[in-house]
C-alpha cells in the first residue's frame, strides 16, 4: 500500500520561507509525475506545482518564482521550497501523483500570518 506523509509545515511571518517534504513509500513508479497541492480555509484544493521524472517543472501562477518543487527518485522524496510567502499561501498543502491517483496523506499546516 502506497503511503505519502507531508512534513515541514508551520508559522511564518509574510516574507518568510519554509522548506515542505514529502516521503512516499509503496509502489509508486518513478516514472510518476509528482505534485504538490494546498487547500485553503474554504477553498478547492488546487495543483501548486509538479515535476516530472526527469525533472521538467510547472507551477500556478499563483506561486510562479517563489516556490520550487524538486524530487530526489532515489530517496523517494518531494520538496517544495517555499519563498516570500503570503498570508494568501495559507493553506493545508498535500503531495500526491499528477492526477491525485494515491490515498491523500495528512498534509502539512502552512500558516503565513505577522
Known amino acids: 500500500q502506497v503511503q505519502l506523509v507531508e512534513s515541514g509545515g508551520g508559522l511564518v511571518q509574510p516574507g518568510g520561507s519554509l522548506r515542505l517534504s514529502c516521503a512516499f513509500s509503496?509502489?509508486?513508479?518513478?516514472?510518476?509525475?509528482m505534485a504538490w497541492y494546498r487547500q485553503g480555509p474554504g477553498k478547492e484544493r488546487e495543483s501548486v506545482a509538479a515535476?516530472?521524472?526527469?525533472?521538467?517543472?510547472v507551477y500556478a501562477d499563483s506561486v510562479k518564482g517563489r516556490f520550487t518543487i524538486s524530487r530526489d527518485n532515489a530517496k523517494n522524496t518531494v520538496d517544495l521550497q517555499m519563498n516570500s510567502l503570503k498570508p494568501e499561501d495559507t493553506a493545508v498543502y498535500l503531495c500526491?501523483?499528477?492526477?491525485?491517483?494515491?490515498?491523500w496523506g495528512q498534509g502539512t499546516q502552512v500558516t503565513v500570518s505577522s
Open positions: 500526491n501523483t499528477v492526477g491525485a491517483t494515491i490515498d
Open positions: 515535476i516530472t521524472s526527469r525533472g521538467f517543472t
Open positions: 509503496g509502489n509508486i513508479l518513478r516514472t510518476n509525475a
